[in-house]
């Protein structure tokens, strides 16, 4: 079992920046690939990251290619979701998901566990 904590959500202005972090608890972390989903209202449940065991490799969604930065630190347990040029576009919840495998995919039923979700809302 693995145990998933996001933080780091909010509201900022269109333009600016906000940074997600995502704790894993519960087994041993660099044997899991990680990725980053969201949910708008409304909506149903969209890819935005991915990012494999090591760090190597990472995937991207075409809407925040260029803007979004997912990354890892295996010593912490932690994923992270460097966010920039945010648009209001880019309002949702957003949640962490862990892969029981090293290689990361783009579709959220290839997931074995979620966190709980951190609101970002931005402003136009």
């Known amino acids: 079992q693995v145990q998933l904590v996001e933080s780091g959500g909010g509201l900022v202005q269109a333009g600016g920046s906000l940074r997600l972090s995502c704790a894993a608890s519960?087994?041993?972390?660099?044997?899991?690939?990680m990725g980053w989903f969201r949910r708008a209202p409304e909506n149903e449940r969209e890819f935005v990251a991915a990012?494999?065991?090591?760090?190597?490799?990472?995937y991207y969604a075409d809407s925040v290619k260029g803007r979004f930065t997912i990354t890892r630190d295996n010593a912490k347990n932690t994923v992270y979701l460097q966010m920039n040029a945010l648009k209001p576009e880019d309002t949702a919840a957003y949640y962490c998901?862990?892969?029981?495998?090293?290689?990361?995919?783009?579709?959220?039923?290839?997931?074995?566990?979620w966190g709980q979700g951190t609101q970002v809302t931005v402003s136009s």
């Open positions: 519960g087994r041993t972390f660099s044997n899991y690939a």
């Open positions: 990012i494999n065991w090591s760090g190597g490799m990472t």
């Open positions: 998901a862990a892969r029981n495998n090293v290689r990361a995919r783009t579709t959220p039923d290839e997931y074995d566990y």
